[in-house]
């Protein structure tokens, strides 16, 4: 595109927040009652998270790389890429990051729990708790229906913020490379409902901020006594 | 004031209500036509007020927004309109125009005015023809390199095709205002028939040099964003339309917009885009009735600068 570093984000917004949300009705309606496994699935993380150990934390990634995965496939190839040229693109990162939740987190161990400080254990859990249990009702308090709500493991905002949840229980050394892509999916997905106008638009950027900075902090916290030590 | 055949939102209302369900004889219904002005080029005339597809009719699968989009059309042809532009660029549109025109029949008179928009000017022609598959059209009517992409590569392609008689108008297009000076350039030294151009009550860059420009080349102008994608009406409508727009016949702010826009001398067409029916009646009445001269014009800018 000709001089687009001059286009903001409204200019290249290709699809109105009627089609965007008619996106998620359509395919909650098509996969319906596939929102209820996928329901179980966070609570499967949440559990396995509470029991603790190598295997749970193995066990999770393998979950959300399947998340990732179904997004990619099921979301973003299938149904986003009929409005969003760009979606192909989404697709092949929402791929990529199923690849390396397999390969750090089944394969490495690097998703295992792990004793972190009190302020990211509560807020890896509240993400967690949020993405799955609060997040499919932020469009019907907006007045939006209740069909177009976005799920844990469907949709890939909730999915996103889940997976930044889980990061923060990882402990103090999570696996960094984990990160970029759902932070990055987080600020463009606020930038899109920005650029709708959606009221929502700061939920999920400002709370993939926080989850970044806590990790962020928890890691140097952890890191000080050492090189004090020494 | 300029006076045009009276062609009011509620006359327009009544001949559509009139009209049978159309099925294939969409173009037949037409009862009241808008007022046209002609292409520079070949005289050809081409209603005031067009169809735009950007966002609007970007509804991917969705078979009821598909629907909806094709009653849009529907109703803007049995207004009288005739011009609908889209473009690769606008996702599912050009699909969705194909869905409305194969539904309720094409129009005899449409007027298909479409873009290329690709870096390589080699793949242009491929794309092109992609394009018309999806519109289900034997040729476009206005191909325009969008937003002057590779336009050097493209342009050569499009006179040969239009030599060959597989389309009949070229042009090029820029929007919110970018490149006026590539643009310019471009008017002056290519033999096109139509710029497309960003142009609205406040963005009026281009009464200083390109619309002057294209009444001096005999080129036709396409004006895209009439409403800033709907903001400028959001705006206008916070406050009451004034008494005086009643002596240029108009009945809301959107015709207010649009009067002002296709009643320079310069303009061939504003394409406003909508999702609505009520809407789309609405702009194609702006093309009726009595519209503002030079005068009234500078009144509307300076009332709309005020607010």
Redesign the interface.
């Known amino acids: 595109m000709s001089e687009w570093w001059t286009y903001g984000p409204r200019d290249l917004l290709m699809f109105s927040a009627q089609t965007y949300y008619r996106l998620f009705e359509l395919y909650n309606r098509e996969l319906w009652p596939l929102q209820m496994l996928a329901l179980v699935l966070g609570v499967t993380v949440l559990v396995l998270w509470r029991r603790g150990g190598d295997r749970a934390g193995r066990a999770i990634a393998v979950i959300l790389a399947a998340c990732w995965l179904w997004i990619a496939w099921g979301f973003h190839w299938q149904r986003y890429a009929s409005i969003n040229l760009a979606a192909g693109y989404f697709a092949w990162a929402f791929a990529a990051q199923a690849l390396l939740l397999l390969w750090l987190g089944a394969v490495r161990g690097r998703l295992t729990p792990a004793p972190a400080t009190r302020l990211q254990q509560r807020a890896g859990l509240g993400l967690l708790l949020f993405s799955l249990l609060v997040f499919p009702l932020i469009g019907r308090l907006l007045g939006r229906s209740w069909m177009q709500a976005e799920v844990f493991g469907m949709a890939p905002d909730p999915t996103a913020l889940a997976t930044l949840g889980v990061l923060l229980l990882a402990g103090p050394r999570p696996a960094w490379a984990l990160f970029p892509i759902p932070l990055a999916w987080c600020l463009l997905s606020g930038t899109t409902l920005w650029a709708m106008e959606s009221p929502d638009f700061a939920v999920v950027p400002l709370a993939a901020l926080l989850a970044v900075l806590l990790a962020v902090g928890g890691a140097l916290m952890n890191a000080w006594p050492k090189r004090s030590s020494r | 004031m300029e006076d045009i055949p009276d062609f009011t939102r509620r006359r327009l209302l009544g001949a559509i209500a009139a009209a049978p369900l159309l099925g294939p004889a969409m173009g037949r219904a037409q009862q009241i036509r808008p007022a046209s002005r002609a292409i520079p080029s070949s005289g050809e005339a081409v209603p005031l007020v067009g169809l735009g597809s950007w966002?609007?009719f970007?509804?991917?699968?969705?078979r009821?927004?598909r629907d909806a989009s094709a009653e849009v059309m529907r109703n803007f042809f049995l207004a009288g309109g005739r011009l609908i532009d889209s473009s690769p660029?606008?996702?599912?549109a050009q699909e969705v125009i194909g869905y409305g025109l194969k539904k309720f029949g094409r129009p005899a008179d449409l007027f298909a005015a479409d873009k290329v928009w690709i870096s390589d000017g080699e793949a242009g022609r491929a794309q092109m023809e992609a394009s018309r598959r999806l519109w289900g059209i034997p040729r476009f009517d206005l191909m325009q390199v969008h937003?002057?992409?590779s336009w050097q590569a493209h342009l050569p392609t499009l006179f040969a095709m239009k030599a060959a008689d597989q389309l009949r108008y070229v042009g090029i297009t820029t929007s919110?205002g970018?490149?006026h000076g590539d643009t310019a350039q471009i008017m002056a030294s290519q033999p096109l028939d139509f710029v497309q151009i960003t142009y609205n009550l406040v963005d009026r860059e281009v009464e200083q040099r390109l619309l002057p420009l294209a009444l001096e080349r005999g080129i036709a102008v396409i004006v895209n964003r009439p409403f800033q994608?709907g903001s400028l009406i959001r705006r206008l409508e916070r406050h009451p339309l004034p008494p005086w727009a009643a002596e240029i016949d108009c009945s809301s702010w959107a015709q207010f917009a649009l009067k002002f826009i296709i009643s320079h001398p310069a303009v061939t067409c504003a394409i406003p885009a909508t999702?609505r029916v009520d809407h789309v009646l609405e702009n194609m009445g702006a093309a009726t009735g009595r519209q503002p001269d030079q005068a009234m014009r500078a009144r509307m800018a300076a009332f709309v600068a005020r607010l």
């Open positions: 966002i609007t970007n509804v991917g699968h969705d009821v927004a660029m606008y996702g599912s937003n002057l992409l919110h970018r490149r994608q999702t």
